[in-house]
């Protein structure tokens, strides 16, 4: 029994040693471990605030990249707004010029015209002496103003027309000018702009001739007074006719144009603002 008591006490002891041997090492690893664990914990909590800072910047960038697009955009469609303006503006301040001029040289005309109707009207009337028909001369007499009148009525209604065809290719120029900065080929329809030019310039300068026109006529015979007062009414209808289509070849020249823009894609689109501007000229 004294044995095995002294076996017992032995493994006691030998186990209390173990013990006291594997505790501090235990105790360091379990520290080591919770160290690690804590290391681990703030590196991740670390990372995590270093990719929220880099996502918040990252959107911060993008949003500042964003709106300094959306800004020169702006910029850019208000600019080429503004040229457009400009550049209406200056071909309606031309026109504007142009027609004043016109006016003008019209009205000068018209006055130079009035002293020689006159003068041509006492030489009418005193060729008429042959006529011993007094219903024929008076009805002779109302012939030869009322031309002349005509005349002058019909100068200034022509005049007027041209001015209105003249504010459609205005009208017309200033669609094309949009349509070249929103990079349409406009090439062809813009060709035919100097061809529509022309051809209104030469319609004016046709009722320019026309305005000074006086028609005359002298009677040698009360027998052949029908014959010439007829002849000179067909020259005048001649020479209107003739004013009016230089119009008309004005008006299919502006016409043509119109058709030719209108067949151009995208020509109609108002997204540039170009403010208010006239695009014609009264």
Do not use: C, W
């Amino acid at each position: 029994m004294n044995k095995n008591i002294i076996k017992f006490n032995t493994l006691a002891v030998m186990l209390v040693l173990s013990l006291a041997l594997i505790t501090p090492v235990y105790a360091a690893q379990s520290v080591k471990a919770q160290q690690n664990k804590s290391e681990n914990s703030s590196s991740t909590n670390t990372n995590s605030d270093n990719t929220s800072s880099n996502k918040g910047g990252n959107s911060a960038t993008f949003n500042d990249n964003s709106q300094g697009v959306k800004t020169q955009t702006q910029n850019a469609v208000e600019n080429l707004g503004t040229e457009i303006k400009n550049k209406i503006q200056e071909a309606v301040q031309k026109t504007k010029q142009e027609r004043e001029e016109f006016s003008e040289k019209l009205y000068g005309n018209k006055e130079q015209t009035k002293a020689k109707i006159a003068e041509s009207k006492n030489k009418f009337e005193e060729s008429l002496s042959v006529v011993t028909d007094e219903a024929k001369k008076t009805s002779a007499e109302k012939i030869f103003d009322s031309i002349q009148s005509l005349n002058a009525t019909l100068t200034d209604q022509l005049s007027q027309k041209i001015d209105q065809i003249e504010n459609v290719l205005i009208s017309i120029e200033s669609r094309i000018t949009k349509g070249e900065e929103m990079g349409l080929d406009v090439s062809e329809a813009s060709d035919l702009v100097s061809e529509a030019e022309n051809a209104i310039s030469k319609a004016r300068e046709s009722i320019l001739v026309q305005s000074e026109k006086v028609y005359e006529v002298t009677v040698t015979d009360e027998d052949t007074l029908k014959t010439e007062m007829t002849t000179m009414r067909d020259s005048f209808k001649a020479d209107i006719s003739a004013v009016r289509e230089e119009i008309k070849v004005a008006h299919e020249a502006v016409t043509e144009i119109a058709t030719t823009l209108s067949q151009i894609v995208g020509i109609d689109d108002d997204s540039i603002a170009t403010e208010e501007t006239e695009d014609s000229v009264e």
